[in-house]
């Protein structure tokens, strides 16, 4: 068997073996596995609405897996990414509704703001490790509560005791009624196109630049990269900041796009944690995060579709969902595998 | 170091399979219910009038508020021969906020005439597909939607707990009494306001420690916050604070099953909370629940509806006057003489003789 061969095959084979042990828990459990995976494709493919809804939930893993994997190809471990997506999502909603512009000046701006909201969360990480060499993971976990609290209190804040945000301005909504209307009144909106611009962008500074391979070479060695008259402190504080530009764009694609507002949470959103894995399915290339952030996200909006169609409680389809990222993710093993089962036909 | 790998792979299998046995069995209790579920479109809808309902993120079975709003609709459909499923009555969970939209959506395309969006997060997502489908009837719950096809329905939170307040004040030995709420907004701030001048009305020195926790779905917030109250010397809790108020129960239990003897209370809230509170079969911690009466209030539209005469765009309030709000059977827990106060208020607010504050004084 050749690589190539191989490399197709891990991820399909694991899907499949990840879908027949989520049958086993729903036939365990007393549920028709076939209509359940019926529902399930039905909720992401099943109609217009369900694919655009099914895009508009990728959108945002693509952004925080982008941040996660930008920050994994330097070196570090950007765990902070829910955090910074939370910046983001509130400088974008802020800017969204408070300033009053026409909408070619007014949606890149809160575009920005989102951006450079995130861009100082992770800074600061960066700037701590860079400086006095605090571990990124801590820094960042900690900024992770800092920011879930200081944007429930700002909200609070700017709304006079509310918990939202007012609506974001028509000129700042990355919703376009357009592709509402293809998509049966679907949350679709223009994030995706921004999210894969995004994809360029990341595969273009880390393949096409001098700074990008520098980025590389830190996360490969830096020792031998300081041996080599890079700046280890300053690619470092780069690489934090630019994985979070990535994840205070994703709460943009929440704040102007998804939700068209801000409002208190009483807990992370998940989508930057989500990113993780996602960065580590698509084993951090640009490309890689796209399907892995596609995946992620066609079975989390899919499964809503399940108790819905074929009667499964939320619980199972949790498990049943879980499963089956948990076998995408163990591919190691299949691959190794099926290059024991390639090496006994050679033998033969 | 190949054999050893693959011999992981196995038992991963294996204990993956028997983990999930196990999770198997627990759920399937619930498999009869669901059955009606899954034979979805055998059934045709049969000019019968179906309804369902969306739940916030604290999920059909918290014992609270949201399960209230689901057990009215089952009342109703078993009083209108119904059956859960298709053309019936059914219900859809949110995981996360994420999910009304879609929820919503689910199950107007599958047809049910009246839908509920049960708790105030749900505005924007119901305004929104309130205009997208401008013939479907739906209801929010604790919140206000301005649309000709939604009937906004809401609570006098505040006379209901001053009820509340009324009892916590009397019953309570130590002269403390606490609220823990979930988060800060106006529904909750109106139990807050009125269980403070409940308490005060009967005694205006009481010694009242408030409590937001934040978040609805945190029992371990709500036991933690418990305990500082009751170490602090406080006796009888009111919680506002759904599946969080849950923490609260576990650990006036714990204390009470640790010394009998001791005065340890909660007060429920939204249903009877009676069977949370059971220590074991001579002690229950439960003093009384402040009960809103969701179900009634979504029988009350679903028949109105039913009858043709859906209060779309209006806003429909329910207080102490409606029987909207009241207290829960204390069975026994509360003396006669506390009773009779309590009946006293009761017509006072009812008749309007006395308002209770929507916000709390700062």
Request: charged share 20%; with cysteine; hydrophobic share 45%.
């Amino acid at each position: 068997m050749n690589s190539r061969v191989v490399n197709i095959l891990v991820p399909v084979i694991s899907i499949i073996i990840g879908l027949i042990v989520g049958a086993i828990v729903m036939l365990v459990s007393g549920y028709d596995p076939v209509q359940g995976y019926i529902a399930l494709w039905e909720g992401i493919f099943g109609d217009s609405y369900s694919i655009g809804n099914t895009i508009r939930q990728i959108t945002p893993y693509i952004l925080a897996g982008l941040a996660v994997a930008f920050a994994f190809r330097t070196g570090l471990f950007n765990i902070g990414v829910e955090g910074q997506l939370l910046m983001g999502w509130l400088a974008a909603a802020w800017v969204g509704y408070a300033v009053d512009l026409p909408r070619i000046i007014h949606l890149p701006l809160a575009l920005l703001a989102a951006a450079a909201a995130g861009a100082f969360w992770a800074f600061l990480v960066g700037f701590l490790k860079a400086r006095f060499n605090v571990h990124e993971v801590i820094s960042s976990i900690m900024l992770n509560y800092t920011a879930l609290y200081v944007m429930n209190a700002i909200i609070k804040q700017i709304t006079d005791g509310g918990y939202k945000t007012e609506t974001v301005a028509e000129t700042a909504t990355l919703r376009w009624q357009w592709l509402r209307d293809i998509t049966d009144n679907s949350s679709l909106h223009l994030g995706i196109i921004v999210a894969l611009l995004m994809v360029l962008l990341m595969w273009f500074i880390l393949e096409k630049t001098t700074r990008g391979y520098e980025l590389k070479s830190v996360g490969f060695n830096h020792h031998a990269s300081e041996y080599a008259g890079m700046s280890v402190k300053k690619n470092i504080i780069l690489a934090m900041t630019i994985s979070g530009v990535f994840a205070g764009l994703a709460g943009a694609m929440e704040a102007l796009g998804t939700y068209q507002n801000a409002s208190i949470k009483a807990a992370m959103s998940g989508i930057g944690f989500d990113g993780i894995a996602v960065a580590l399915l698509g084993a951090n290339t640009p490309l890689g995060v796209v399907f892995g952030a596609s995946l992620f996200g066609s079975l989390k909006y899919g499964a809503l579709n399940m108790p819905n169609a074929a009667g499964i409680p939320e619980e199972i389809v949790s498990i049943i969902i879980a499963l089956i990222i948990f076998f995408v993710a163990s591919g190691y093993i299949i691959r190794v595998v099926l290059e024991k089962m390639g090496k006994k036909k050679e033998a033969k | 170091m190949k054999k050893r790998k693959f011999g992981l792979l196995i038992s991963t299998v294996v204990a993956a399979g028997a983990i999930l046995a196990a999770c198997g069995s627990d759920d399937d209790k619930d498999t009869s219910n669901n059955d009606t579920a899954s034979d979805k479109g055998k059934e045709e809808a049969g000019g019968d009038f179906s309804l369902a309902m969306v739940t916030d993120v604290g999920g059909v079975d918290d014992k609270s508020f949201n399960q209230s709003a689901w057990e009215g609709i089952q009342e109703w459909g078993a009083e209108n021969g119904l059956k859960k499923g298709e053309g019936g009555f059914d219900y859809l969970q949110s995981a996360s906020d994420a999910d009304y939209n879609s929820n919503l959506n689910n199950l107007i395309r599958r047809d049910f005439d009246l839908v509920f969006g049960v708790g105030y997060m749900m505005d924007d997502a119901i305004s929104e597909i309130a205009s997208e489908n401008p013939d479907k009837m739906i209801s929010i719950i604790d919140s206000t939607v301005d649309a000709p096809n939604v009937a906004s329905i809401l609570f006098k939170e505040q006379e209901g707990a001053f009820l509340a307040g009324v009892v916590a004040a009397s019953m309570s030995e130590s002269g403390k009494i606490g609220f823990v709420g979930g988060a800060e907004i106006p529904v909750i701030e109106r139990f807050h306001a009125g269980f403070i001048e409940g308490a005060k009305a009967v005694n205006p020195d009481i010694e009242i420690q408030v409590k937001y926790t934040g978040v609805f779905d945190k029992p371990e917030q709500g036991k933690i916050t418990a305990n500082a109250m009751y170490s602090s010397g406080v006796d009888i809790i009111f919680h506002a604070a759904g599946a969080t108020g849950n923490g609260v129960f576990s650990e006036a239990k714990e204390r009470k099953a640790k010394n009998p003897d001791s005065n340890i209370w909660v007060i429920g809230v939204d249903a009877d909370q009676y069977e949370e509170g059971r220590v074991d079969d001579k002690n229950n911690i439960t003093l009384t629940s402040m009960l809103k009466g969701v179900g009634t209030a979504v029988k009350d539209v679903a028949d109105r509806a039913k009858a043709g005469d859906f209060p779309g765009g209006e806003t429909l309030v329910y207080g102490l006057a409606e029987d909207g709000v009241g207290l829960a059977d204390s069975r026994g827990a509360i003396p006669e003489d506390v009773l009779k106060t309590v009946e006293d208020y009761k017509a006072k607010i009812a008749s309007g003789e006395i308002k209770v504050s929507e916000k709390p004084a700062k």
